[in-house]
């Protein structure tokens, strides 16, 4: 508890850095923010709108910074400077520091929220990477970070007959289902494969502490420890 309050504020620290002559760090230090300080503490279960708040301010420094809102930038120069990411989470945040804001008749402030985060998604529409790149994004819910490298045909989630590897887990549902069931049945079972593949993620997820994940299936590095995952 003690260490997650220096760590809160050393990014505080970071944050005042980025924003005032550094602002290469920024959008290191608002995901940073994001990940590990979503929530309140765990007996309220509720957005951190203070530190949220300094999440979003940083994802903005950082669009400026990367010159994101450049009319002139090259969809190379788009893609490497990750604006869509940045746009997204800017998206995001303000959405959602809107409605938190709302929860506590903090009218005003939810209002002027939700409207910055619709001029967002307007300044990012009249772009000319996003006008002409055929993303398709009308609403901001239809906003996904695939679409800048990936077909968007069908939106955020496609039919299975376009998905080849559905078919073939939807057939093999039983023997997946028993084998993760196995794992969940035996606490030791499931530490052990924890321990086995440490995957540093986010802890924006609630209780605080108490849900926990391996991963079964990852093709993309050769490590001895998969082997032991799925039998399967």
């Known amino acids: 508890y003690t260490e997650w309050h220096k760590i809160e504020g050393d ?68 893609l490497l400077s990750m604006c869509t990411v940045k746009f997204f989470f800017v998206q995001l945040l303000a959405s959602e520091l809107g409605g938190a804001l709302a929860a506590e008749r903090k009218l005003k402030d939810a209002a002027e929220m939700l409207s910055f985060a619709a001029d967002n998604f307007r300044r990012m529409r009249s772009l000319p990477f996003y006008a002409t790149s055929g993303l398709g994004w009308t609403e901001p819910r239809g906003m996904a ?6 077909p968007n045909f ?13 078919a073939f887990l939807e057939q093999r549902f039983t023997e997946f289902h028993a084998d993760l069931a196995r794992i969940l049945a035996d606490e030791e079972l499931f530490n052990h494969l924890g321990n086995l593949e440490r995957n540093a993620e986010g802890l924006s997820v609630w209780p605080a502490g108490r849900r926990k994940h391996i991963e079964l299936a990852d093709l993309r590095e050769e490590e001895g420890w998969k082997a032991q995952l799925c039998h399967y």
């Not at 990014?11 to 602002?23: D, E, G």
């Not at 940073?32 to 300094?54: G, K, N």
């Open 11 to 78: 990014l505080r620290t970071l944050k005042q850095l980025a924003t005032s002559s550094l602002p290469a760090i920024a959008v290191g230090v608002a995901n940073a923010l994001y990940h590990f300080f979503f929530f309140q503490d765990e007996h309220r279960v509720r957005m951190r709108i203070d530190t949220m708040t300094d999440a979003l301010e940083l994802y903005s420094v950082s669009l400026h910074r990367s010159r994101c809102l450049d009319p002139e930038r090259e969809p190379r120069d788009v």
């Open 145 to 150: 970070f695939n679409h800048e490298l990936y």
């Open 154 to 166: 069908f939106g955020p989630v496609w039919p299975k007959s376009e998905v080849p590897i559905a």
